[in-house]
């Protein structure tokens, strides 16, 4: 039996990798994209937790604040 030796077409990492860094101007464009998708990932992330955590606590949930009681 003879065994063959035969390189490796790589996996999807891989693939991505080739197609990323294969020009400086598509790697630029990836890194500043993924950074920006990154930022509003983590945003939306933060300010549901904060909402989340403050039901009731902000100042759109308190009806009666700013409101004068009347004198009768």
């Known amino acids: 039996m003879e065994y ?11 693939g991505l990798y080739r197609l990323v860094m294969r020009r400086n101007s598509i790697y630029v464009t990836f890194v500043i994209a993924g950074a920006f998708a990154g930022e509003r990932a983590v945003d939306y ?16 949930d308190i009806p009666v604040l700013g409101q004068r009681q009347s004198e009768e």
């Open 45 to 60: 992330g933060v300010r549901k937790l904060w909402e989340h955590n403050n039901v009731g606590k902000r100042y759109e």
């Open 4 to 14: 063959t030796t035969r390189r490796s077409q790589g996996g999807l990492f891989e």
